[in-house]
């Protein structure tokens, strides 16, 4: 019987390509509603669709079904399942398609599923679906073939890195993209697909209050409770984008993120009283105390804006303020902002602020530090960068209007201070910093004060620390240099980097600081020294105590390893791979000392020493030597 169903499932193929409703109706037994009718279509001839839809309307379903329709009849296709969390595409997604697949004899006989894997029988290395995490890029690449399907759940908690692997893999002649998801952030691939690249996709909106699977009482509860235009219900409901994301005390994102974790377990308290510091521009925090019967604790800082993403505008005085007080450093959040404070389009500042503002995606803010007159004369920039430390939450600087002879003087105060700096210059046989700085880049500039460097910055500062590489990236408001071969290869000598077409399309080259190390390393490691700062005085500030024995010392040993684990979850430290899965091993260690081990007079001191770690770096690829034969 299996046979006689195999064979006539084998002349129904060309049909179920065409159409995969014909799949679910005759293999399956999945009765799709209108909208899932629609996205069947819109996969089979469309490359790339995306559907940002409401809370239980069948998406998951559907995606199950649509990853078995491919699977089963196109000849040794790959189809990967990827979605933020293991949760989500082990328990869910992949529970769904064991699910389909049983209810189907013939798919049964063909295909045989395992907890990451679904193959066709005696292909299992060459014809399968697999199920990957979401956690970082590398898990998406190396996967080439003519038929592919990447299929993206959840997709609007899935890193910009993470898509562009999977974009960049897409180059077969039948290779596809299907994201689906609510839509909780105002960022992102997910949320360009749908507005800015929109004609890159066939896109979709599907709506719980349309679908006849959803809960009406459940969506009357939450009008009910949230009311009909809150952010809630526009993304669990309607399937719209939220509002206003960035000016709410708890994004979207983060609400989402909570729902989602595993809440822990204790005792009801008879008082609780929760105070908040909020924060605003940079990498300041939200710190929440909370008082449970009377004890104080202070929580885990809350980041508003992610931090180590906010540059620093060194420059002049408004030419011209037309009576308005200019501040000595204050944080901006538009061009409408700098105006007010009396600079105008002329202005070198202004200038540079439009670069950084142009870029994609748009800075939440930009800082501005002033160089005062004195006695008619203009400051030292040392002194304005001074002053500026003393205004925290910004991390690169770019001088704009400032002559080059003074960038050394800028590079050197960097790097006594541990920030980072991008500055511009017109020359190619020399550059304004000596080789020796680690902490400041150099891009080359067609003109004088032409701000490349703050699109540069920018551009690159969007992206989370260890998730990046500077370069191969193309930069708004800046057109691409004019290099010969000897330029180029004058500036790369130096380290500085440039803005020019490679092929038919403009990107920036080099990525490297002055010294010769990578601008995406510095970054990152300045960013996991914080973040295991940050770990560990959360730990002190969040426990009574933490006792001086063994098991306090754990303590402070995993929350270092919390740490480097969210360096490894942003792509900036090595993940082994182990299995082929796609899941991996901890590429890190963390050393501790034993209590009885140290000595009474460290011991009297409440510091604990001897704590160490080492990590790989997972660096990036920026250039590959390719050989090969073509014979007759």
């Known amino acids: 019987m299996a046979l006689r169903q195999r064979e006539v499932f084998a002349k129904r193929i060309p049909l179920y390509r065409k159409d995969p409703c014909l799949f679910f109706k005759e293999v399956t037994g999945f009765k799709p509603d209108p909208w899932q009718k629609e996205a069947a279509t819109a996969i089979a001839q469309h490359r790339k669709v995306s559907i940002r839809s409401g809370q239980g309307v069948g998406k998951t379903a559907f995606e199950a079904n649509l990853v078995l329709w491919f699977l089963s009849c196109f000849p040794y296709p790959r189809v990967v399942c990827t979605a933020p969390t293991r949760q989500q595409l082990n328990d869910v997604l992949w529970a769904e398609i064991a699910k389909w697949q049983e209810r189907s004899p013939v798919l049964q006989a063909m295909l045989v599923w395992t907890k990451t894997r679904v193959y066709m029988r005696g292909h299992e290395k060459r014809w399968f679906a697999v199920a990957r995490t979401a956690t970082k890029p590398e898990n998406m690449q190396g996967f080439h073939e003519d038929n592919m399907l990447f299929v993206v759940d959840e997709a609007s908690g899935v890193a910009d890195p993470i898509m562009e692997a999977i974009q960049g893999t897409l180059s077969g002649d039948n290779n596809r993209l299907l994201m689906c998801g609510n839509p909780t952030q105002n960022t992102g691939t997910f949320h360009d697909s749908h507005t800015v690249d929109a004609q890159s996709y066939y896109c979709m909106k599907v709506s719980s209050r349309d679908s006849p699977r959803t809960n009406k009482q459940n969506i009357a ?69 909370q008082n449970i019967d009377g004890d104080i604790q202070i929580s885990e800082a809350m980041s508003i804006d992610g931090g180590y993403d906010t ?48 870029q994609s995606p748009k800075p939440p803010a930009v800082m501005i530090a002033v ?12 002194v304005t960068l001074d002053r500026a430390i003393g205004m925290p939450g910004w991390y690169c600087i770019c001088p704009a209007g ?4 003074f960038y050394q003087s800028i590079a050197d105060w960097t790097e006594a201070n541990e920030k980072l700096c991008v500055c511009e210059t017109t020359g190619i046989s020399s550059s304004p910093v000596s080789d020796a700085m680690l902490r400041t880049a150099v891009i080359h500039a067609t003109a004088e004060n032409d701000c490349v460097n703050c699109a540069y910055a920018a551009r690159f500062l969007s992206y989370d620390p260890g998730s990046e590489q500077w370069c191969f990236k193309s930069l708004s408001m ?56 940050s770990k560990v005085l959360n730990l002190l500030l969040g426990l009574p105590k933490v006792p001086y024995t063994d098991q306090g010392i754990a303590l402070v040993q995993n929350a270092v390893i919390d740490a480097l684990e969210e360096g490894v979850r942003a792509g900036g430290i090595v993940q082994d791979a182990s299995s082929d899965d796609g899941e ?15 000595d009474a ?20 690829l920026i250039a590959a030597k390719i050989g090969g034969t073509l014979n007759y």
Not at 402 to 405: A, V
Not at 499 to 526: C, H, L, N, P
Not at 590 to 598: E, G, I, K, M, N
């Open 221 to 289: 509860d939450l009008e009910r409770k949230f009311g009909k235009n809150s952010n809630v219900v526009r993304v669990r409901v309607d399937g719209e984008f939220p509002e206003n994301e960035d000016d709410v005390f708890i994004p979207m994102a983060l609400a989402t993120k909570a729902v989602n974790t595993e809440p822990l377990e204790h005792c009801a308290p008879a008082r609780i009283s929760i105070g908040c510091d909020v924060a605003r521009f940079g990498n300041d925090d939200t710190a929440i105390a």
């Open 311 to 358: 540059i620093l505008i060194m420059g002049p005085l408004p030419k011209t303020p037309g009576g308005r007080v200019t501040p000595d450093v204050a944080g901006y959040a538009s061009l409408q902002d700098l105006k007010g404070a009396g600079f105008t389009s002329d202005d070198p500042v202004y200038i540079a602020a439009s670069k950084v503002f142009g």
């Open 371 to 382: 160089q005062k007159l004195s006695s008619g004369s203009t400051e030292k920039v040392d």
């Open 402 to 405: 400032i002559k080059e002879d």
């Open 478 to 533: 800046v057109s691409a240099q004019g290099l010969s071969t000897t330029d180029i290869a004058s500036l790369e000598a130096r380290n500085i980097s440039y803005y020019t077409t490679v092929g038919s399309k403009a990107m920036v080259q080099g990525g490297k600081v002055s010294g010769g190390e990578w601008i995406d390393t510095i970054r990152f490691r300045d960013w996991l020294k914080t973040e295991i700062q």
């Open 584 to 598: 991996a091993s901890r590429a890190y260690t963390v050393t501790v000392p034993r209590a009885a081990d140290l």
């Open 601 to 620: 007079a460290t011991r009297k001191s409440r510091r604990l020493t001897g704590v160490t770690w080492t990590a790989q770096l997972a660096g990036a």
